[in-house]
């Protein structure tokens, strides 16, 4: 007997169960075939991006209340941010508040922020669907959530609406809305506001928490700095709302890639680029930041937040599981390059994938060349005989 | 997909050494998806209630342009002409029962609907084919099958890729596919109804090797469908989940189809009522359905016969208030009252249930480029360039990307998963419409 004809009971058959379960419970359709039809569509998928990246606001939002607390202790208040006024009206400050307390001002300072950008969101959605005679467009909570964890904590809540004003109109709706836009709109809504206000939004560094600007201006000795590597993994570092835990946003990729959601191609080629290329750099470079491990460039900044949760926005993601590769590589190919060779930019892993996202097109449309090479020469030996 | 290394071989080698040989291929398809839908029949074929209608679907035929050789209230017999091809005369689509013309129902801009007929169940079976020996079926001349075939309406059982119309008769084929799996959800096990119709498939088989030396039958692993080797016929083995069984598949692993419409395949019961047409001189007009789906009381299979009109069918076979379906839930076809008939190439039916509000669930503008579709897509080539391709509207781009060999039901898996809710299916028929006749 064949051993194919095993096929109930092998691990490719319970493969390809747990890949149906990955789907939610089918519906039946009226209409034309297939009248029967899974249940996942355009909102299920973006809503799952927001159950993935929940681990990551945790911690990022407990790191955040971390930093205001001892920002707010350091008398750092004189600097004005409203934030700074809140922990020390909750008397949450310094470097030795609990936790729970940690989180609990970090979820404070963050509601308000998530609550402006829903808002104007949902506003612009809402007028498009009226003006546009359609129904409201998906996503617009993904949108809403993604775009609030990749701005610091201390953002000013009128730069909070006009950067998700700009990333709805113009980086979502001119284009035709979800399914159509070409890079993610939170991703160009917080690199507005990062050009548009450069040094507002920027987590201010503190000596007390590594961050990447700290790391980059050599402010922390990274040689025998394994304990602090790891904290900066988990989550102990100061930086964006969702950013802190490289460690819970690429298990929040793994979620999504395993639900289907996401390509863990695009992840995995990122990771693998900037090892490759960090380790380029180490090898030619000789400054501080050429130096760095790619570990160091894998757990700070915004890198493993990008790679697993702006990068792989289904309607942006090369079409092509090769192209998914590629564009993976590319950023992480991007991001060490951006950060070495101008340290003093906070970010440029945000960077990298706004330009590995223009060139999707670009990709898929090599990689289709390359296996329609094959096709045809397969196609000239059966016509052969 | 994976042709094997050895597998490959084995075909470039069957095609070079080649007609009489005859080699067994096995093909490993990776990706797809068997959907549980509820109402599995039980595999095993019951006698139904008898029908007192039956009818020709005119959705049934691809780029169909009739011209009707009948009228309503005509007595017709099994095997009589009922209209033919408007561009090619001289293929026929004929009765399937001897009865009276019930009614020709024709719809915008007079498309046929359907010819229905009261079939007269006092008719004698008309024997009207000389009856060939069994040693001569593997001696007869391509012109004579083809004649036949063309004579009987058989013919009409075969079609094409591209476009999956009637083939031409004037048109060699590079091969013909027969299709003797099924892994749709509640399909009929091709296995056990040919076990019943052994002799008829081998001799149906035997006549179509007169028309190509290459016939590939397209089965699981090990169904051991034929007890003999046949000159000119492969057995093409295919392993994997939906659509493993499906004929595009079948032909995207063995070759390549371009614009020519020479690729044919045929369904494994018209095999059999080819065998029988030859060998016994006989039209046989039985089919054997599977009756599932979640409205089936007793999902089985049932052996009812061609164009079989449902509502005498499934008389006392299914709940009240149910969607019935001709063919798959994938790829079948709801009924209206003018079109409530087995389709022609349906080898089952099912009982669903009505379907519910999905005004929130209409597709949206763009495209989400999510693994799913890789998941349930079995050829080499990436599917979603081929989908936007298909849904732009970019004839082209679909045709280089490989649209020509599929149907509406190869894309039925694509419909399935896509979060954006699109219809892959209709966009693939419109864009081969196109093809078809450029403006």
């Known amino acids: 007997m064949n051993r194919l004809e095993e096929a109930p009971g092998s691990w490719r058959h319970a493969l390809a169960q747990l890949a149906a379960r990955n789907l939610r419970p089918a519906k039946y359709v009226a209409g034309t075939a297939p009248l029967l039809r899974g249940a996942t569509n355009a909102d299920t998928v973006q809503n799952l991006f927001l159950a993935a990246s929940l681990p990551a606001f945790a911690i990022g939002a407990w790191a955040s209340g971390a930093r205001v607390a001892t920002a707010a202790a350091a008398s750092e208040g004189a600097r004005g941010h409203w934030q700074w006024g809140l922990a020390a009206a909750l008397d949450l400050t310094g470097a030795d508040v609990h936790w729970l307390g940690q989180l609990a001002l970090g979820l404070a300072c963050i509601a308000p922020a998530l609550l402006v950008a829903a808002a104007v969101t949902a506003f612009w959605e809402l007028a498009f669907a009226v003006s546009r005679q359609r129904r409201v467009d998906a996503g617009w909570p993904m949108l809403t959530w993604l775009f609030v964890l990749l701005l610091p904590v201390t953002t000013p809540l009128y730069m909070v609406a006009l950067g998700a004003t700009f990333a709805v109109v113009i980086g979502k709706h001119i284009f035709g809305g979800t399914g159509r836009y070409i890079v993610s709109p939170a991703l160009l809504g917080v690199v507005f506001l990062s050009y548009a206000y450069s040094s507002e939004v920027v987590m201010p560094a503190s000596a007390g928490m590594p961050s990447w600007s700290l790391v980059a201006a050599g402010a922390i000795e990274i040689s025998s700095a394994t304990g602090t590597w790891l904290a900066a993994l988990l989550g102990r570092e100061s930086g964006t709302i969702g950013t802190p835990s490289a460690l819970a946003c690429l298990l929040g990729a793994a979620y999504l890639a395993q639900r289907g959601a996401i390509s863990a191609r695009t992840v995995g080629g990122a990771v693998l680029g900037l090892i490759a290329t960090a380790a380029l750099f180490a090898w030619l470079g000789d400054t501080a930041v050429a130096q760095l491990g790619w570990h160091w460039h894998l757990s700070l900044g915004s890198f493993g937040f990008a790679v697993a949760f702006v990068a792989t926005d289904p309607t942006t993601m090369p079409l092509t599981r090769t192209g998914r590769w590629v564009y993976g590589a590319l950023i992480g190919i991007l991001t060490v390059t951006i950060r070495v060779a101008n340290p003093a930019h906070p970010e440029g892993s945000l960077t990298a994938v706004l330009l590995a996202g223009l060139c999707v097109p670009l990709i898929d449309a090599a990689v289709m060349r390359v296996k329609l090479r094959a096709r045809r020469a397969r196609a000239a030996e059966i016509a052969r005989g | ?439």
Not at chain 2, 163 to 182: E, G, L
Not at chain 2, 312 to 340: C, F, K, M, N, Y
Not at chain 2, 419 to 434: M, Q, V
Request: a neutral charge; proline letters at 8%; charged letters at 20%.
């Open chain 2, 1 to 439: 997909m994976r042709l094997a290394a050895n597998n490959r071989q084995k075909y470039v080698s069957a095609t070079r050494l080649g007609p009489a040989q005859c080699v067994s291929m096995l093909i490993d398809v990776q990706h797809g998806l068997d959907i549980a839908v509820p109402g599995e029949p039980e595999q095993a074929v019951h006698e139904s209630a008898p029908v007192a209608q039956v009818a020709l679907m005119g959705r049934d035929y691809a780029r169909l342009r009739p011209a009707l050789a009948v009228e309503e209230g005509q007595t017709v017999q099994l095997g009589q002409t009922l209209f033919t091809d408007r561009s090619r005369p001289n293929i026929r689509f004929t009765s399937p029962a001897s009865g009276r013309i019930a009614a020709i129902h024709r719809g915008r801009s007079r498309r046929l609907v359907s010819i229905v007929i009261d079939v007269d169940p006092g008719a004698a079976a008309a024997c009207t084919y000389e009856a060939e020996p069994p040693a001569a079926l593997a001696k007869l001349t391509p012109q004579a099958v083809t004649e036949r075939l063309l004579q009987s309406g058989l013919w009409t059982a075969l079609r094409a890729r591209p476009y999956d119309a009637v083939p031409d008769p004037a048109i060699a084929p590079r091969a013909i596919f027969v299709t003797a799996m099924d892994t749709r959800p509640l399909a009929a096990d091709p296995a056990v109804v040919i076990g019943l119709y052994r002799s008829e498939f081998m001799q149906g088989l035997t006549v179509l090797s007169r028309l190509s030396q290459r016939i590939f039958v397209c089965a699981r692993p090990a169904a051991r469908l034929l007890d003999a080797s046949i000159a000119g016929v492969s057995v093409a083995e295919f392993a994997g989940p939906h659509p493993a069984g499906l004929v595009g598949t079948h032909i995207e692993a063995l070759s390549v189809v371009d614009e020519v419409p020479r690729h044919w395949h045929i369904g494994y019961q018209d095999v059999i009522a080819i065998g029988r047409l030859f060998a016994a001189g006989q039209l046989w007009t039985d089919r054997i359905v599977a009756l599932g789906g979640p409205g089936a009381l007793r999902p089985r299979l049932l052996r009812t016969r061609l164009g079989a009109s449902l509502g005498d069918l499934l008389d006392a076979e299914v709940r009240a208030g149910q969607r019935i379906v001709t063919g798959s839930v994938l790829d079948g076809r709801t009924t209206e009252p003018h079109t409530h008939y087995l389709g022609r190439y349906d080898t089952q039916i099912c009982a669903l249930p009505t379907a519910g509000d999905t005004a929130a669930d209409g597709p949206i503008s763009g495209m989400l480029s999510v693994e799913a579709f890789e998941r349930v897509w079995p050829f080499a080539l990436p599917p979603l360039p081929l989908l936007r391709a298909l849904l732009s509207g970019d004839l082209d781009r679909a045709q280089e990307f490989g649209c020509l060999g599929l149907a509406a039901e190869d894309l039925a898996l694509c419909s399935y998963v896509c979060p954006a809710k699109h219809d892959y299916g209709a966009a693939l028929t419109r864009s081969l419409e196109a093809l078809h006749e450029p403006p």
